[in-house]
């Protein structure tokens, strides 16, 4: 699906940027956490997966919250609740919406909880991913961040805004994805400035909405991640007993990322359309996963700077595109400076490897490539399962110019004119066994 457009609504003297997704039967207002971009965001495979599954049962209306990515800085103090409501209500107005049902993630619910509260008789349900009314502790509410939980958050931010280090404690199950950490050091810089962020953070920290809560009259579904160390279990549980007749979801995930696994989209449009769904089977097929990123992008970016890196990141995903399609491949997603891509045969996937690492060098770049073959799950056009978390595995032990793939690779492709060169035997995170490597070559 090609990228959205982005127009913009005005609220006051504000316009909150935002899009619109396909057409359909309702419409939903979907905010994320603060650290949003939507056209970075889009750029993240999971998140189109997240916004396209969404749009299969309703008209998609999707914002940034004001002093955040595309939306307007606010000058002075950071924006009050008074103003979120007045920004959902204007994103409505500008895509014609009288009516909609309200999903919001991480601090976007406590604009979530006032705008439905404020504005009844346009927000018809509402659904709060990982989400919080509070997220500093008091002695009455136990489950919020402790003092010095929240002083390494801003020092965290104050120190490491822009390097993306948070993704593997906000998104584990992805985290692994080549170039995850390097796409949310960008969506960090896209969305604030160091000091905007540390700005939007205390204020984070000081804002309170529970008294708001027994005012919500829209049906309420709480959905929450139960292995989620940044808006911990508490939270949920809070907002789903102090907020008239609500539903808790917990769900068995790690994510604060509303990673859309099947039954996360399938709880989120049944408690919307008020009608079961029925998830179809997956696919379960044998593929040979072929991981490719880009050596040393972080220093890459502090010497090119972000306009010249982003043109030759531009140059690296096409030429990777192209090279795949002629291999008889299928680019599966891309996360920054890491791309995923399917075959059904791995000797096709080495010889891909080869002509790409080929390819990007003569224009400067140095690329690693990890290859496993193996059963995958695959649905919606992406692929899942232990087969890829090996791949993905592998890229990082890859050495620079590298192709580096696993035993099973190596024996589904003997008798051919590709060789191999014993890399010794390795452990692989969350992987039993160690597991024999081999880097290819012609």
């Given amino acids: 699906m090609a990228a959205p457009t ?23 207002v979907l905010s994320l956490d603060w650290a949003s971009h939507l056209e970075v965001l889009w750029e993240q495979p999971f998140v189109q997966e997240l916004v396209t599954s969404l749009a299969r049962f309703a008209r998609v209306l999707w914002f940034d919250m004001r002093g955040v990515g595309l939306s307007d800085r606010v000058p ?50 509402l659904v709060l991913v990982n989400g919080f009314a509070r997220f500093s502790r008091t002695e009455d509410y136990p489950a919020g961040m402790p003092a010095a939980g929240a002083e390494a958050a801003l020092e965290q931010i104050a120190e490491t805004w822009g390097r993306g280090t948070m993704a593997a404690l906000l998104g584990p199950s992805v985290a692994s994805t080549p170039g995850m950490t390097e796409w949310y050091g960008r969506l960090e810089r896209f969305s604030a ?41 508490g939270h949920g549980r809070y907002l789903a007993e102090h907020i008239p007749g609500a539903r808790l979801l917990e769900r ?11 039954d996360l989209i ?18 379960r097929i044998l593929t040979t996963v072929l991981f490719v990123d880009v050596v040393g992008s972080t220093e890459r970016v502090s010497e090119l700077g972000d306009r010249r890196w982003t043109t030759l990141l531009d140059q690296f995903v096409g030429t990777v595109e192209r090279h795949v399609v002629a291999h008889r ?42 290859l496993h073959t193996g059963e995958v799950t695959e649905r919606n056009g992406d692929v899942a399962g232990i087969a890829v978390h090996i791949g993905a595995r592998v890229s990082e032990l890859a050495r620079p110019g590298e192709v580096l793939v696993t035993r099973t690779v190596r024996d589904l492709v003997a008798g051919s004119e590709i060789a191999f060169d014993e890399r010794g035997e390795h452990p692989l995170k969350g992987v039993a066994e160690n597991w024999a490597l081999y880097a290819t070559s012609a």
């Fill in 266 to 283: 399938a709880a989120i449009r049944e408690f919307i359309t008020g009608t079961p769904v029925e998830e179809p089977e997956a696919d």
């Fill in 329 to 370: 491949g299928a680019l599966v997603g891309q996360a920054g400076d890491g791309i995923l891509a399917t075959f059904d045969g791995p000797a096709r996937a080495i010889r891909c490897a080869w002509a790409i690492r080929e390819a990007l060098q003569r224009v400067g770049l140095n690329v690693r490539s990890g």
């Fill in 193 to 233: 400035g160091p000091g905007t962020a540390l700005g939007r953070m205390r204020a984070i920290l000081e804002l309170d909405v529970r008294e708001v809560l027994p005012l919500v009259t829209a049906p309420t579904l709480v959905i929450q991640n139960l292995g989620d160390v940044y808006v911990r279990a």
């Fill in 76 to 125: 002075g103090a950071p924006a009050v609740t008074e103003d979120w409501m007045d920004d959902v209500a204007a994103v409505m107005d500008a895509a014609g919406s009288e009516r909609a049902s309200l999903v919001a993630h991480g601090h976007a619910a406590q604009m979530a909880v006032m705008a439905a509260a404020t504005h009844p008789d346009r927000i018809e349900s």
């Fill in 252 to 262: 068995e995930s790690d994510d604060h990322w509303p990673v859309p696994e099947p």
């Fill in 6 to 28: 982005t127009p913009y609504a005005r609220s006051g003297d504000v316009q909150p940027a935002y899009q619109v997704i396909r057409d359909g039967p309702r419409d939903l």
